[in-house]
Nanobody
Framework: HVQLVESGGGSVQAGGSLRLSCAASGDTYSSGCMGWFRQAPGKEREGVGSLDSDGSTTYADSVKARFTISKDNARNILYLQMNSLKPEDTAMYYC??????????????????WGRGTQVTVS
């Protein structure tokens, strides 16, 4: 059983920065993929970015060059550094994990384990 707990959300002005954290516990694993997703009110959940076990990252076009994913492997914490935030980045942000490599790292159906989310509001 894998538990994922997000933190670090909040309210920020446009152009500002936030860093989200996702603490993983339980049956954690060294291989596989972890990702960040977001869901704005009235919209479908969408992939933001992912990090797989060999360090490869994938980002949605809307956040490239602004968001960076990293991981502290010793502490099992996944991070999402968000810079140059825009009002359209306002959403609930979710962490997801899958114990094996996934062919489509920004696709929701690839992940079995999800956190409860942390709210990001940009005004």
């Amino acid at each position: 059983h894998v538990q994922l707990v997000e933190s670090g959300g909040g309210s920020v002005q446009a152009g500002g920065s936030l860093r989200l954290s996702c603490a993983a516990s339980g049956d954690t694993y060294s291989s596989g993929c972890m990702g960040w997703f977001r869901q704005a009110p009235g919209k479908e959940r969408e992939g933001v970015g992912s990090l797989d076990s060999d360090g490869s990252t994938t980002y949605a076009d809307s956040v490239k060059a602004r968001f960076t994913i990293s991981k502290d492997n010793a502490r099992n914490i996944l991070y999402l550094q968000m810079n140059s935030l825009k009002p359209e980045d306002t959403a609930m942000y979710y962490c997801a994990a899958e114990p094996s490599p996934v062919p489509q790292p920004l696709a929701l159906h690839e992940y079995r384990h999800w956190g409860r989310g942390t709210q990001v509001t940009v005004s």
